[in-house]
C-alpha cells in the first residue's frame, strides 16, 4: 500500500520567509498549499505573486469583518499604533485550522522568524498565539524549527536559504498592513471614537483623499484625478458627492455619522469653500457653481 503523502498549509505573505518555508517544506517531500488572508487593511497581490513563482495553489481568503471587530476591541493590545498583531494572528491560525480540518492537511506552517518582529514574534507571543488558536502540535515555523532561543534580527540566514532555493525576487521586508502605518491609525483612531460602528466601508475610505471632519460629518477631498475617480466609485446611497462645473479639480464625498440626513443645502457653503481653498486655479474666487452627483 503507497503511503500518504503529507500536506501541509502555508500561510503564504508573499515575503521571503513564507517563500522559504514552503521551499525547506517541499524540500523534505511535502505537498504544499498557500493560504493568504485578505482584509480592508491590506492585500493579496504579493502572495498571488509568490504562489506563482513557487508553483502552489493558493487560496485566498477575505476576513474583513472577523479582524475589523478585533481591530475596535483587541484583548491583547496594539503595537506602536492601531495594529492588534497578537489577536490578528491568532484569528488567521483559527480560520487557518478550519481549512486545514475541512482539506484534510496534516499540518500548518509559517515563515515566521522567532525574534524578527518584536510584537508577534517573540517566545511569548507565538506561544499565545499557538495555544489560543488550538494547534498545539499542528502549527510549524520551519524558520525557527532550531530557534528556540533569542535570535538576532538580521537576514543574512533567510538571504543564504533564497540563494540556495534560487529565489531570486521578492519584496523587501516591510510591514504591509495599513494598522502599522502612523498616518492611517490616527485617521483610524478619530473614525472610531466618532463612528465604533465603523464598517469596512468607512475603512476604505481612510485610504484616500485629504480628510476634514466637522464634528461627525466628513469631507473627503480628492488630491489627484485617480482619487477622484475612487470617491466616486466609495459613494454610499447617503453620502454626497460634489465638484466645481466652473473649473476642473477636486470631488469631494460627503459622510454623516450623526443620524441626520444630510443635504446639499445644509453643505453648499462648506463644499465650496473647500473646493476654492483646495485648487490652485479657484484661488481668489469668492464662489464657485457646484454639481452635486447622485
Keep these: 500500500m503507497k503511503n500518504k503523502q503529507t500536506k501541509a498549509i502555508v500561510l503564504l505573505s508573499g515575503g521571503l520567509d513564507s517563500m522559504l518555508a514552503v521551499k525547506v517544506l517541499e524540500e523534505q517531500g511535502i505537498e504544499v498549499s498557500g493560504l493568504v488572508f485578505t482584509s480592508c487593511f491590506f492585500g493579496a497581490e504579493t502572495a498571488k505573486t509568490a504562489a506563482e513563482q513557487l508553483g502552489i495553489k493558493l487560496k485566498v481568503l477575505d476576513f474583513s469583518a472577523e479582524q475589523l471587530a ?9 503595537g506602536k499604533n492601531m495594529n492588534p498583531c497578537i489577536d490578528c494572528h491568532t484569528l488567521m491560525f483559527k480560520l487557518a485550522k478550519e481549512e486545514m480540518l475541512k482539506g484534510g492537511y496534516d499540518f500548518i506552517a509559517t515563515g515566521e522568524v522567532l525574534g524578527e518582529r518584536p510584537m508577534s514574534q517573540n517566545r511569548e507571543a507565538l506561544a499565545i498565539i499557538e495555544r489560543a488558536a488550538g494547534l498545539a502540535g499542528y502549527l510549524l515555523r520551519p524558520l525557527s524549527a532550531r530557534l528556540l532561543a533569542p535570535t538576532i534580527r538580521g537576514r543574512r540566514p533567510q538571504l543564504a536559504l533564497a540563494k540556495k532555493f534560487s529565489i531570486g525576487k521578492f519584496p523587501s521586508p516591510a510591514g504591509g498592513c495599513l494598522l502599522t502605518d502612523p498616518g492611517f491609525s490616527e485617521r483610524l483612531k478619530i473614525l472610531l471614537t466618532k463612528e465604533p460602528q465603523a464598517n469596512a466601508s468607512d475603512m476604505e475610505l481612510l485610504k484616500y483623499g485629504r480628510h476634514i471632519w466637522q464634528d461627525k460629518i466628513l469631507y473627503i477631498i480628492g488630491r489627484d484625478h485617480e482619487e477622484n475617480l475612487i470617491l466616486k466609485k466609495l459613494a454610499r446611497q447617503n453620502d454626497l458627492l460634489a465638484e466645481a462645473t466652473d473649473i476642473p479639480g477636486p470631488i469631494i464625498l ?41
Excluded: D
Design 70 to 78: 478585533i481591530v475596535k476591541n483587541p484583548p491583547h493590545g496594539r
Design 254 to 294: 460627503v459622510r454623516n455619522y450623526n443620524g441626520e440626513e444630510l443635504t446639499k443645502e445644509k453643505t453648499a457653503g462648506q463644499i465650496s469653500e473647500f473646493l476654492i481653498k483646495y485648487n490652485n486655479k479657484a484661488q481668489g474666487m469668492e464662489n464657485l457653481n457646484i454639481k452635486w452627483q447622485v
